[in-house]
Nanobody, 113 residues
Framework: VQLVESGGGLVQPGGSLRLSCAAS????????MRWYRQAPGKERELVAS????????NYLDSVKGRFTISRDNAKNTVSLQMNSLKPEDTAVYYC???????WGQGTQVTVSS
């Protein structure tokens, strides 16, 4: 089982980034997927989730209306489109398949002018 995130980087406040997570080693389309983040000195928090059966999504209140989670079962990927980024969005972002306790290595997102 492997999850590999990409797409992080440095962006100015108000900018956008798109994170991607490539999954392998399991039947991706059967599993709910999540994006988490962890800022320095803070606990890891759940940012967004998407179900396997019907693509139902849920978001952390502070990112609602700015972030969008999506999945492509043909490509075994889950993405997080992040718009109107704020400095408080700075964190390492991780994708996860919670049912099988799989985690990626994380990708750094830094929002700063």
């Amino acid at each position: 089982v492997q999850l590999v995130e990409s797409g992080g980087g440095l962006v100015q406040p108000g900018g956008s980034l798109r994170l991607s997570c490539a999954a392998s080693g399991f039947t991706f389309r059967y599993y709910n997927m999540r994006w988490y983040r962890q800022a320095p000195g803070k606990e890891r928090e759940l940012v967004a989730s998407i179900t396997a059966a019907d693509d139902v999504t849920n978001y952390l209140d502070s990112v609602k209306g700015r972030f969008t989670i999506s999945r492509d079962n043909a490509k075994n990927t889950v993405s997080l489109q992040m718009n109107s980024l704020k400095p408080e969005d700075t964190a390492v972002y991780y994708c996860s398949a919670p049912t099988i306790k799989a985690w990626g290595q994380g990708t750094q997102v830094t929002v700063s002018s």
